[in-house]
């Protein structure tokens, strides 16, 4: 058989042979055989618990693919968090027809992935449906990570000063994705930047003290998720544009399509807001990384306990504007 | 706004608008605003986890939504492995021009469901794709539970003898879903039975030390379910026809759709394998309720410890026969 049936999706038969063909064969046997959910030890009461579904499209592109998306997306969200991924779920909903090859492909880059991190994916999920009723392939991941004491974040903590951070270059996932689509016209180099952080972020919360808090900015980009953070502790950010690192490649092709690089995803990048005594070595740690190596201090916290968080932008040409959320639509399907 | 539009998947203004008019009005604050996943406390170190995508259509069907069905599905997961249900997290994948009144109406369906089985919804994700890129509306539920010490199943405990017993009445979800489609050409009053079974299983584990092990028979039925027992655990088990029970209008829609309610879907019942010195204990609790009315001993391990498992059913005319699991295609999104 080389395409997905609806029969692979009824629970009987052939989803058995489904499962032991494709995801046993790749995520290993987990602690499920014997009931309807895995169970698992764990090693600490408190837990972060983080979902995502995953609809990218086109499912394979520069850079990566669906699967290794959904692995570092959750990945990445428990470790913004403080968290230590322990273990990942996936589900599948296929369409009717899906080339098996492609689903292997899939599935092994997920497997690959999460061994990358550190995660046991346990507790899957399949379902078809008929051709046209899904496009393609979604990927629902849900991720349960440990919490350890001394990695609390202590966005309480944070005050008039602080320094913002980015781990390296926005945009290049959107881009990517734009360019895998042929939406932009012309070819770029740009791959996905998704990779997972996890290690990078643990190393980083056992050497620094004074980090406050911390964001992945995927969807809605680097401005949305520093909204978030403005609103959610009514502090105002203040962003120096050009000490935003952008590849060239990304800011042209933002030029010409009117795109602007701080609203476009980003798959493999964190956002830190840190103790400003404390910069110099968060930067010497994220450039000591692949992933970290275009790391730079982008901005600072102006003031704090404000009524309502505001994020400043003060641009090259030193005018100062206010940023809000993504508005509208961008585009859809990034991740 | 009417209807879902593909800003609101882009996680800017729109989907904030989105979760916290819809989700957080429904399902409450979760522990989850300050960071990128909820982090909680949970009352033991072994826990169970699950996860389904549903993808039922109609997404509207008589005794249930496909959010209902969400939730029960998750808990029944969950206690059927001997898991307290403690959270769930909930994924949408909703298609662009979906009615925000029937998105409404599932999310307080599911509200309404998890303060009933007594979980909380925690940490979601909302993604919107183009129109034609899903079929409607679909769920993904992952659910973690607590295991208790004195709860513990003992598969390894099956002995020759052990009573097979159903809490109710198969194939009632199965023919409700058709009914609903409208591929009886018949009406039927039949109503899914979703619901949670979590307090239910909950008494029967706290009063009966002989349970061995428990599963919830949804897709594939409860043959399959019972073909999975016996391979897992190397058992026979021998079913008598006539003492399953049968709806009376269940039993004649499959006979003129030539369905077999064994391999019908159930997502509301729990099959239960038990010491026989207790199953009239275990049936006095289910009958005891309005879930396990109907509840019946359908028959008994004739053996252990052998090769390879089978699951025999002694028919209504006295004959003996071995059933597989569901092969091939039955019935496609069920559930």
Redo the contacts between chains.
């Keep these: 058989m080389q395409r997905i ?3 692979h ?8 042979q489904l499962i032991q063909d494709i995801f046993i064969q790749s995520f290993g046997h987990s602690e499920q ?23 990218v ?1 086109p499912i394979f592109f520069p850079g990566g693919n669906i699967g290794k998306l959904a692995i570092t997306g959750t990945v ?3 470790a ?4 230590i991924p322990h ?1 990942i ?5 296929i369409e009717e027809g899906f080339p098996i090859k492609s689903l292997k492909e899939i599935v092994n880059t997920m497997a690959w992935e999460a061994e990358r991190a550190g995660v046991n994916i ?4 399949t ?4 051709k ?4 393609g392939l ?1 990927i ?1 991941t ?4 440990v ?1 350890q004491k001394q990695h609390r ?1 202590k ?1 309480e903590a944070i005050r008039e000063g602080d320094s913002v951070i980015i781990s390296g270059t926005i945009g290049d996932h959107g881009v990517a994705i734009l360019s895998a689509r042929n939406e932009l016209g012309l070819l770029t180099d740009v791959k996905s930047d998704c990779a997972s952080l996890n290690h990078l972020i643990h190393e980083l919360l056992e050497e620094i003290k004074g980090i406050r ?1 911390m ?2 900015p ?3 980009g680097l401005a ?1 998720a520093l909204v978030e953070l403005c609103e ?2 009514r502090i105002t950010v203040e962003v120096d544009e050009a000490s935003v690192p952008v590849r060239k490649d990304v800011q042209g092709a933002c030029d010409i399509l009117g795109y602007d690089p701080l ?1 476009l ?1 980003n798959e493999g990048k964190v956002v830190i807001i840190v103790d400003s005594n404390d910069k110099q070595k968060a930067l010497d740690i994220l450039k000591n990384h692949e992933m970290g190596k275009d790391a730079s201090v982008i901005g600072q916290i102006t003031s704090c306990h404000i009524q309502s968080g505001k994020l400043l932008l003060k641009t090259a040409v030193g005018t100062t504007r206010r940023l ?10 990034i991740c």
């Design positions: 049936s609806l029969a999706g009824e629970g009987g038969e052939l989803t058995h055989t014997q009931f309807d959910s895995a169970i698992l030890a764990i090693p600490s009461q408190t837990i972060a618990v983080t979902t995502d579904s995953y609809v499209k990445n969200d428990l913004v968090s403080g968290a273990v779920t996936s589900g599948f909903i346990i507790a899957g999920d379902k078809v449906v008929e046209g009723s899904v496009d979604f629902n849900t991720g349960i990570g919490m974040l966005p808090i964001r992945d995927t969807r809605g949305t959610d502790f609203y995803a809000n959320r993504l508005s509208g639509q961008l585009l859809p399907r």
